[in-house]
C-alpha cells in the first residue's frame, strides 16, 4: 500500500486528477446518465452508505479500501458532470449559488482524495534541552527530517485551582525560536505544519503534518460555506 | 466593573426583553419584536463586553462563559431568521433556546470557574457550537412535521414548511461541520479524520443532502420523504449523543 502511495504521489496524481477532469470534461454529453437525477440520488447514497457502515463499525481503514474509492470516483464524477451541465442557465447567465455548493464540494473532495500520497504525519519525541531530527512515521517507519528541532523548554500554564490552562513548547529549528501551543501549530514551507500534540515535565510529543493540498482543501470550504450562506438567504426557492 | 455577580440583572432584562419579543412576533408585531429581540442582543453584548473589560481577557475560557455566548448568538441566529423569513415561531424558539443557558449561569455559578481545556480554547468552539445547536432544533422541527405528515397525511403545504426548515438548518448544520473541520485543521492536523462524531455529522449532513436533492428533482413520494427525514433526524440523535455510546467513540477525539 505504501508503495502504491508513493508511485501515486506527486506529480502522478495531478496528472491522472488533470486527466480524469479532462475525460469528463469531453465525455460528459456522451455519458449523459452521469448527470441525471438517478446518478445524483446513486451517488449520494452509495456515500452515505459507506459512511454510515464506517460510522457503526468505527472502521476507518476502509477509506482505504477499493469500494470506498470507487464510490468516491462515482460521486466526483457525478459532482464534476452535473456541475458542467448546470454551471449556467439556458441564457447564459452563471448560477452563482449552484457553483459554490458544487464546485466547492468537488474541490474539497477533489483535494483530499487525489491529495492523499503527498500526505506525510510524523511524529517525535523530545526531550528538554535535547536536538533532534528524528521522527516516526505513523505506519511506524522511522524517518529523518530535513532539519534539527531542539525543544528549549516546555511550559504549563494553569488556573488558580491548579487546572491546566495552556501548555507552550519553545523549540529551535534552524537557529530560529518558535512557540508552539495546542490549537497554534507552527507553519512551515508548502504545506507543511507542526503541532504539539502531547506534553510532560520535561518533553514534549510533536506532530509533523505534510499537506500540500490543504490550500486547495480549504478554498471549498469556504465556497461551500458562501454556498451556505446564498441556501440561508434564498431558501426552497433557490 | 461588570461581574458574574452583576449577571443576574442582565439576565433579568435580556430574558423579560426576550419574552416581549417572542409576544409581539406571536401577535404579529414585526417591529416591536424585532426591536426587543434586538435589546436582548444589545443587553447580552453589554455584559459580554463589560465582563471582557473586568477579565482583561475574552470571555470564552470558562464553561460559564461559553454558556454566555450561546444565549448570546441564539438570540441573534434567531433575529436574522426572522428577518430573513418571518416566522412567528422562530422567536420565541430562540429565546426559550437563549434563556435556557442564561439560567444555566444564573442557577448553577460554580460552572463560572469551571475551566476549559486547552483543546477548546479557540475562537472556533464558541460559533461551531451555537450554529450546531441552532440548526438541530430547526431540524427538530422539520423532524416533528414528518412525524406530523405521516401520521395525519401529509400535504404540499406541510412539506413547504419542512423545506424552508431543512434548508435553513442545512445552511447552519454546513457552516457548523465547515468550521469544524477549519478548527480541526488547526487544532489535530486534519480537515478531516473520520472521527466518529465527526462521520455521524457528515451522515446527518448527507441526509439533508440528499432531501433537499429529492425535493429539487421532484422525486419521491411524500412518505419517502418524511421518513428520510426522520432517519436524518435519528443520525442527528446519533451525532449529538448516541455515538458516544458506540465501541468505536473510545478514541474518538470529541470525548473530553
Known amino acids: 500500500m505504501d508503495r502504491l502511495f508513493d508511485i501515486l504521489a506527486f506529480p502522478t496524481n495531478l496528472l491522472l486528477a488533470a486527466l480524469w477532469v479532462a475525460i469528463c470534461c469531453m465525455t460528459w454529453k456522451r455519458f449523459r446518465f452521469l448527470a441525471?437525477?438517478?446518478?445524483?440520488?446513486?451517488?449520494?447514497?452509495?456515500?452515505?452508505?459507506?459512511?454510515?457502515?464506517?460510522?457503526?463499525?468505527?472502521?476507518?481503514?476502509?477509506?482505504?479500501?477499493?469500494?470506498?474509492?470507487?464510490?468516491?470516483?462515482?460521486?466526483?464524477?457525478?459532482?464534476?458532470?452535473?456541475?458542467?451541465?448546470?454551471?449556467?442557465?439556458?441564457?447564459?447567465?452563471?448560477?452563482?449559488?449552484?457553483?459554490?455548493?458544487?464546485?466547492?464540494?468537488?474541490?474539497?473532495l477533489g483535494s483530499a482524495f487525489w491529495g492523499s500520497p503527498d500526505n506525510r504525519q510524523m511524529r517525535m519525541l523530545l526531550h528538554e534541552g535535547e536536538t533532534s531530527s528524528a521522527?516516526?512515521?505513523?505506519?511506524?517507519?522511522?524517518?529523518?527530517?530535513?532539519?534539527?528541532?531542539?525543544?528549549?523548554?516546555?511550559?504549563?500554564?494553569?488556573?488558580?485551582?491548579?487546572?491546566?490552562?495552556?501548555?507552550?513548547?519553545?523549540?529551535?529549528?534552524?537557529?530560529?525560536?518558535?512557540?508552539?501551543?495546542?490549537?497554534?501549530?507552527?507553519?512551515?514551507?508548502?504545506?507543511?505544519?507542526?503541532?504539539l500534540v502531547g506534553t510532560g515535565d520535561d518533553y514534549c510529543i510533536l506532530e509533523i503534518v505534510n499537506e500540500p493540498w490543504k490550500y486547495f482543501a480549504l478554498v471549498g470550504i469556504i465556497m461551500m460555506i458562501a454556498g451556505a450562506v446564498i441556501l440561508f438567504i434564498k431558501g426552497p426557492r433557490s | 466593573m461588570i461581574g458574574w455577580n452583576e449577571f443576574i440583572w442582565f439576565g433579568a432584562g435580556a430574558t423579560v426583553a426576550a419574552l416581549v419579543a417572542s409576544v409581539m412576533s406571536f401577535c404579529s408585531r414585526r417591529k416591536a419584536s424585532v426591536i426587543f429581540a434586538s435589546v436582548t442582543i444589545g443587553i447580552l453584548l453589554a455584559f459580554i463586553i463589560g465582563l471582557w473589560i473586568t477579565l482583561d481577557r475574552p470571555p470564552m475560557r470558562t464553561t460559564g462563559e461559553t454558556r454566555l455566548w450561546y444565549s448570546f448568538f441564539a438570540m441573534v441566529s434567531g433575529l436574522a431568521t426572522y428577518l430573513r423569513w418571518g416566522y412567528k415561531w422562530i422567536l420565541p424558539f430562540s429565546s426559550v433556546l437563549s434563556t435556557v443557558f442564561i439560567l444555566l449561569n444564573i442557577l448553577k455559578p460554580e460552572i463560572h470557574d469551571q475551566t476549559l481545556m486547552p483543546a477548546l480554547q479557540s475562537p472556533w468552539f464558541i460559533p461551531h457550537v451555537t450554529v450546531y445547536m441552532f440548526s438541530y432544533s430547526l431540524l427538530g422541527c422539520s423532524f416533528l412535521i414528518a412525524l406530523y405528515s405521516l401520521i395525519k397525511g401529509s400535504d404540499e403545504k406541510m412539506m413547504k414548511a419542512a423545506d424552508t426548515l431543512v434548508y435553513i438548518g442545512t445552511a447552519f448544520l454546513t457552516f457548523g461541520m465547515l468550521s469544524g473541520s477549519i478548527w480541526a485543521k488547526q487544532a489535530w492536523g486534519h480537515y478531516w479524520a473520520w472521527d466518529p462524531k465527526e462521520t455521524w455529522a457528515l451522515i446527518t449532513w448527507l441526509g439533508y443532502i440528499l432531501y433537499i436533492h429529492l425535493r429539487i428533482l421532484k422525486k419521491g413520494q411524500a412518505n419517502i420523504l418524511c421518513i428520510l427525514l426522520i432517519f436524518a433526524f435519528v443520525c442527528l440523535q446519533m451525532c449529538w449523543w448516541g455515538v458516544n455510546l458506540l465501541p468505536a467513540a473510545e478514541n474518538s477525539m470529541h470525548i473530553y
Not at chain 1, 144 to 158: A, N, V, W
Request: net charge neutral.
Open chain 1, 36 to 108: 441525471s437525477p438517478a446518478a445524483v440520488i446513486s451517488s449520494i447514497l452509495l456515500f452515505m452508505g459507506s459512511c454510515i457502515w464506517i460510522g457503526v463499525s468505527g472502521n476507518v481503514a476502509f477509506t482505504g479500501s477499493v469500494f470506498f474509492i470507487i464510490v468516491m470516483l462515482y460521486l466526483m464524477t457525478v459532482l464534476l458532470c452535473v456541475l458542467l451541465r448546470g454551471w449556467k442557465t439556458a441564457s447564459g447567465k452563471l448560477r452563482y449559488h449552484f457553483i459554490l455548493h458544487h464546485a466547492g464540494l468537488l474541490i474539497a
Open chain 1, 135 to 195: 521522527a516516526v512515521h505513523m505506519n511506524g517507519k522511522q524517518s529523518t527530517l530535513k532539519d534539527e528541532i531542539s525543544l528549549i523548554s516546555i511550559e504549563c500554564k494553569r488556573y488558580e485551582n491548579g487546572t491546566p490552562m495552556q501548555y507552550t513548547a519553545t523549540i529551535s529549528i534552524d537557529e530560529q525560536t518558535h512557540s508552539i501551543q495546542v490549537n497554534h501549530p507552527l507553519s512551515r514551507g508548502i504545506g507543511e505544519d507542526i503541532y
